[in-house]
């Protein structure tokens, strides 16, 4: 073999290897917020600028426990609320705080804080290293393909989650926002438990959807665990 062959090989083989680094699961980065929440808003727009980096599937899940204070949340659904409270045990919380920030249900942050945000997706896509760690998702032509892979132990839950991508302006008229108009983005309109994955390879068949929403669909640990494996529309 030549030297130049050699090098024209070498070359093509780095290309190949870069090419597989950037081809990376996705890493979902969950925002529990209230329009209720004074300190919410620093979070949001935290949200708004990891929403379109590759490989990122950011969720904007409003909450329901700060509606005493006089404003109910437009988008706030006991779903929500009730998922993140899931998840305080697992992550060593006693209870739900906002703005919190979840990335692959393995680790949390205040959601104000950017630079603890993007380190836990730094994090996540390192330690990914643009390999799938749980089953292979596919949707389209109105189903969900998962593909065969180990489960945890009684196996993992599958989630159907319905958001409008793209940020929304809201006007807040009472509580601690009074005044303010608040971006939110990929809000998150639906959450619905579809079954569960034992490690077999199947097929689902996703319900029909309306309202110019997108949809996710989460393969997760049960219990507020980890997200295993992801995949969206």
Same mark, same amino acid.
């Given at each position: 073999?030549?030297?130049?062959?050699?090098?024209?090989?070498?070359?093509?083989?780095?290309?190949?290897?870069?090419?597989?680094?950037?081809?990376?699961?996705?890493?979902?980065?969950?925002?529990?917020? $209230?329009? +209720?929440?004074?300190?919410? /808003?620093?979070?949001? =727009?935290?949200?708004?600028? *990891?929403?379109?980096?590759? #490989? %990122?599937?950011?969720?904007?899940?409003?909450?329901?426990?700060?509606?005493?204070?006089?404003?109910?949340?437009?988008?706030?659904?006991?779903?929500?609320?009730?998922?993140?409270?899931?998840?305080?045990?697992?992550?060593?919380?006693?209870?739900?705080?906002?703005?919190?920030?979840?990335?692959?249900?393995?680790?949390?942050?205040?959601?104000?804080?950017?630079?603890?945000?993007?380190?836990?997706?730094?994090?996540?896509?390192?330690?990914?290293?643009?390999?799938?760690?749980?089953?292979?998702?596919?949707?389209?032509?109105?189903?969900? $393909?998962? +593909?065969?892979?180990?489960? /945890?132990?009684?196996? =993992?839950?599958?989630?159907? *989650?319905?958001?409008?991508? #793209? %940020?929304?302006?809201?006007?807040?008229?009472?509580?601690?926002?009074?005044?303010?108009?608040?971006?939110?983005?990929?809000?998150?309109?639906?959450?619905?438990?579809?079954?569960?994955?034992?490690?077999?390879?199947?097929?689902?068949?996703?319900?029909?959807?309306?309202?110019?929403?997108?949809?996710?669909?989460?393969?997760?640990?049960?219990?507020?665990?980890?997200?295993?494996?992801?995949?969206?529309?």
């Amino acid at each position: 073999m030549t030297g130049l062959m050699k090098s024209l090989l070498a070359g093509a083989m780095l290309a190949a290897m870069m090419g597989a680094a950037t081809a990376q699961p996705l890493t979902v980065v969950e925002l529990f917020t $209230s329009q +209720g929440c004074s300190s919410c /808003p620093p979070a949001n =727009a935290n949200l708004i600028k *990891v929403k379109d980096q590759p #490989g %990122v599937l950011a969720l904007s899940f409003n909450v329901t426990y700060w509606d005493y204070l006089g404003w109910k949340d437009t988008f706030g659904r006991k779903e929500f609320t009730d998922r993140q409270v899931t998840y305080e045990p697992p992550l060593g919380h006693d209870g739900p705080f906002t703005p919190q920030v979840v990335v692959n249900g393995r680790a949390d942050t205040v959601g104000a804080r950017p630079g603890e945000i993007q380190g836990l997706i730094a994090q996540s896509q390192i330690a990914k290293g643009g390999v799938t760690q749980g089953p292979e998702l596919s949707l389209g032509n109105g189903k969900l $393909s998962i +593909g065969a892979g180990k489960a /945890p132990g009684g196996g =993992a839950d599958i989630w159907l *989650v319905r958001y409008a991508r #793209g %940020v929304v302006e809201v006007p807040v008229a009472r509580g601690e926002n009074t005044g303010r108009t608040l971006p939110h983005a990929n809000v998150v309109h639906a959450l619905e438990k579809l079954g569960s994955w034992n490690g077999q390879a199947t097929t689902l068949p996703l319900p029909a959807t309306g309202g110019g929403l997108s949809t996710a669909v989460l393969v997760q640990t049960p219990g507020g665990g980890p997200i295993l494996a992801a995949a969206t529309n």
